[in-house]
């Protein structure tokens, strides 16, 4: 039926969010998509297999409600992290953004405030003030790091009742030294998330944030099953943090959250682990081998720790941007002057960037 479309000014839409522009990451359905940090490697064939029976088991019983608890998947998400973790360590959610979602209306909302160093992961600033809170950025180095001391004097600063810690960090792949975490906690009066949606992709010699969480009950290690485990496409991400904070989420959580069907698949890929873990390093060798290239290319990639390399010297990234759609390729302006950032896919894809990028470079 046809109908006057009101705007969305006309709405009663609350004030706070007014003016604001949801998350937009481009889709488009071109030969190479390397923008959002995907795993692009085929899904092992013996682990879809794995999968699908489990699916097809949890059918069974999908006319009733999934275990609220999701007690299996904490189970493995516990033996899969290690360092001594219990299922009431664990929590988990359709994806990381809503694990981190909970955190914020358990412990942020109306009247308090988060806080992240800029540049960071887009999706803290919208969830922070989707859930009533006020977003504070702070600052980081010309090199995008963040040292103890800044960190911690920054921190006391703004007095936040929330802290993003991106480790490694999203959009720049900069790592954040175990130092620097502890300063934050010993800095900060409220929770501090350590975002370590990366981390399989960082150097072993780079200690994951979850050694700290002994003694520590503000302090909470969030994951994603979207990275490494090539399972973007099922939205599971997850945290270990103390018991109490888990408690805490359960106050926000809507009933039977996690649909046994995501359950099922998510136990069935953890079973996995060291096969779905196998593309890793021919990613990490895909990072280095663009990060290798692109001075050759006469720009100024930026270390990195995770899936994907953000590389400085671009003139017009709107242009560059825009030459590489025109062949076939895929990759993000992430806002930050004279940037781009591209993500580590297959041998293929990363011949096609470079190359995509070459043609550009020799005609311009």
């Not at 994806?95 to 909970?102: I, M, T």
């Not at 980081?140 to 600063?157: G, I, L, M, N």
């Amino acid at each position: 039926m046809g109908g006057v479309t009101a705007r969305l000014d006309d709405l009663p839409l609350r004030d706070d969010l007014r003016g604001q522009t949801p998350y937009g990451a481009p889709q488009a359905a071109l030969p190479v998509a390397l923008n959002v940090n995907e795993n692009t490697h085929p899904f092992p064939g013996e682990v879809a297999d794995d999968i699908l029976d489990s699916i097809a088991l949890a059918l069974r019983d999908v006319n009733r409600y999934p275990d609220r608890e999701f007690t299996a998947l904490r189970e493995g998400f516990a033996e899969y992290l290690g360092y001594g973790l219990t299922p009431d360590q664990i929590w988990a959610a359709n994806g990381s953004n809503e694990v981190l979602q909970h955190v914020l209306q358990a412990f942020g909302g109306p009247g308090r405030t988060a806080f992240g160093f800029a540049p960071t992961y887009s999706m803290y600033p919208l969830l922070t003030r989707g859930t009533g809170a006020t977003w504070t950025a702070g600052t980081r180095s010309h090199d995008f790091t963040v040292d103890a001391e800044s960190a911690a004097s920054q921190v006391d600063a703004a007095d936040p009742d929330v802290v993003f810690l991106c480790a490694p960090n999203n959009p720049t792949g900069t790592p954040m030294p175990l130092d620097v975490i502890e300063a934050v906690y010993q800095a900060a009066r409220g929770i501090v998330v350590v975002d370590e949606a990366y981390q399989e992709f960082a150097p072993r010699s780079e200690p994951s944030a979850l050694a700290l969480l002994p003694g520590r009950e503000r302090l909470i290690v969030s994951r994603t099953m979207s990275k490494a485990f090539a399972f973007a496409g099922a939205r599971v991400g997850y945290l270990a943090a103390d018991p109490a904070v888990i408690d805490a989420l359960r106050l926000v959580r809507l009933p039977y959250h996690l649909s046994v069907l995501t359950q099922a698949a998510a136990s069935a890929a953890l079973r996995h682990a060291p096969t779905m873990l196998r593309a890793v390093d021919e990613i990490v060798a895909q990072r280095d081998r663009i990060a290798a290239t692109l001075p050759a290319l006469g720009y100024e990639p930026h270390d990195s720790s995770t899936n994907f390399v953000l590389f400085g010297g671009v003139d017009d990234p709107r242009a560059t941007w825009k030459g590489l759609y025109d062949r076939g390729v895929l990759i993000r302006d992430v806002g930050i002057p004279h940037h781009l950032r591209v993500t580590a896919g297959t041998e293929g894809e990363t011949t096609a960037f470079l190359d995509a990028l070459a043609s550009i470079d020799s005609r311009s």
